[in-house]
Each structure stands twice: as C-alpha cells, then as structure tokens.
C-alpha cells in the first residue's frame, strides 16, 4: 500500500504531531513499508495453528501459603521524620 505526503499530513494533523514539511517524504515511505509488512502478516497461512498466549510452556510454581517476613514496620516507623499511630506523617500538600 503507498501512502503519500498528503495522506501523511492528514495522519499528522489528526494525530497533533508536528511533522515538517521535509520530514512528509520519509515519514510516508516508512509507513508504507510498515503497511506492506501488515499486508504480508495478513497473507501468511495460519490454518490448523492454534493461538498461543506465550510461546513457552508456563507453569506457576506452587509454595505454602506462610508468611515468610517478620512483621518490621515499627523499624520502617522509627526511620521517618514523623509517624504516629502506626502511619507516616507528610506535609500539607493542598489546601
């Protein structure tokens, strides 16, 4: 498929990108090459394959369900410039 600088202009506009007028030439050469290999991806035969959702066999690896950290939130606390009740202090951001 050929694209041309008019219909790259129009692309430009509708997609609000500045594309100068020396740029209109390449930029239309390079989606035309894209717009080819779309039409080639489109042609290829893919009767009998099956949709992959990853082309890798996944499996997920099962584990107790235990907790594995000790509770250090009072350590974090004790770090910051302010907390109370358990929680982070910050300053008034918005009135």
């Given at each position: 498929?050929?694209?041309?600088?008019?219909?790259?202009?129009?692309?430009?506009?509708?997609?609000?990108?500045?594309?100068?007028?020396?740029?209109?030439?390449?930029?239309?050469?390079?989606?035309?090459?894209?717009?080819?290999?779309?039409?080639?991806?489109?042609?290829?035969?893919?009767?009998?394959?099956?949709?992959?959702?990853?082309?890798?066999?996944?499996?997920?690896?099962?584990?107790?369900?235990?907790v594995t950290e000790?509770?250090?939130?009072?350590?974090?606390?004790?770090?910051?410039?302010?907390?109370?009740?358990?929680?982070?202090?910050?300053?008034?951001?918005?009135?």
């Amino acid at each position: 498929m050929s694209i041309d600088t008019a219909t790259v202009r129009h692309i430009a506009r509708l997609a609000r990108l500045a594309v100068g007028e020396d740029e209109l030439a390449p930029v239309a050469g390079e989606l035309s090459r894209v717009l080819d290999l779309a039409d080639q991806l489109a042609a290829a035969r893919i009767d009998g394959i099956a949709p992959l959702a990853h082309p890798h066999e996944q499996t997920l690896a099962w584990r107790a369900d235990a907790v594995t950290e000790t509770d250090r939130a009072e350590t974090f606390l004790a770090l910051a410039p302010d907390a109370r009740a358990g929680l982070y202090l910050v300053p008034k951001v918005l009135e």
